[in-house]
């Protein structure tokens, strides 16, 4: 296995509520309770079990539905395993704790999150080999809503502005982005923005914008056949040798390195978008 993708994988779970409640057991945090429409994402995989379960957590397979049977009203739950590469997301996970609840409003209010887990939840859809994909998108588009959500459960919340500013850099990352348009995004000053954004995240406007630029130009030259030359205006870099720089400083190699040691699976070559 090259070293360039053996040794930065990490893995996350997130479980839907489709009907019903559950009861969520993780090792070293609190239980949480999700209900209908709500969603629990554990940004590291900590351990933890569904209650009531027929088994524990669920399987390694990338999406899965599970039918809980309890005292109560039937409960059906999305369940969704995913790998990341922990170098270009560690600034946005690091700080998170083991496991983070967005409510109905949260996960109805991202477009994106919602329609992919409705998408995947769909009666009569069958397992196929986009599942893995599909979950890293739900797991990329959750992750910025996690990171909004206030820590401890009783401190204060954080300017909501800062989810507006987190939606942008991870779905218009490719836009012209500085602190001070992301702060007009958010409604806010220049300083108190970025104070709150540290405060919220665990790192700068400005670092966490490249970290999600670099994630998807990694995923561009492993899953793609987008020229590399293009790579970089199409993640939002207008100089070549600054977007090199910061691939390196991420991945330790450069672009090219990199896009030839990605793997192909089942021998196919990467497709063309």
Do not use: K, N
Not at 63 to 79: E, K, M, N
Not at 112 to 124: E, F, M, Q, S
Not at 194 to 201: D, G, N, P
Not at 249 to 254: C, I, S
């Amino acid at each position: 296995m090259d070293t360039v993708t053996a040794t930065v994988a990490a893995r996350a779970v997130l479980h839907y509520v489709l009907d019903g409640g559950c009861r969520i057991a993780i090792t070293g945090a609190a239980p949480l309770e999700p209900v209908r429409g709500e969603l629990v994402l554990l940004p590291t995989a900590a351990r933890h079990r569904v209650v009531p379960a027929p088994g524990g957590p669920p399987d390694a397979s990338a999406v899965r539905l599970l039918a809980l049977d309890g005292p109560g009203p039937p409960t059906r739950l999305l369940s969704v395993r995913t790998g990341y590469d922990r170098r270009a997301a560690t600034p946005l996970v690091a700080g998170l704790p083991r496991a983070v609840l967005l409510g109905r409003d949260r996960v109805e209010g991202a477009p994106l999150l919602h329609g992919t887990l409705r998408l995947l939840a769909a009666p009569g859809r069958r397992a196929g080999p986009g599942d893995r994909l599909l979950a890293l998108r739900v797991f990329e588009a959750a992750l910025p809503l996690a990171a909004a959500v206030p820590r401890p459960p009783d401190g204060p919340r954080p300017h909501p502005g800062i989810g507006r500013a987190l939606s942008a850099i991870e779905s218009r990352y490719a836009e012209p982005w500085t602190v001070v348009t992301l702060a007009r995004e958010a409604g806010m000053s220049r300083s108190a923005f970025t104070a709150a954004f540290r405060e919220a995240v665990g790192t700068s406007p400005a670092r966490l914008l490249t970290a999600r630029r670099i994630r998807e130009a990694a995923r561009l030259l492993a899953e793609t056949g987008l020229p590399q030359s293009a790579v970089p205006a199409r993640v939002g870099y207008r100089s070549r040798v600054g977007f090199h720089l910061a691939f390196r400083t991420a991945y330790g190699t450069t672009p090219g390195e990199y896009r030839a040691a990605a793997p192909r699976r089942g021998g196919r070559p990467v497709r063309r978008i």
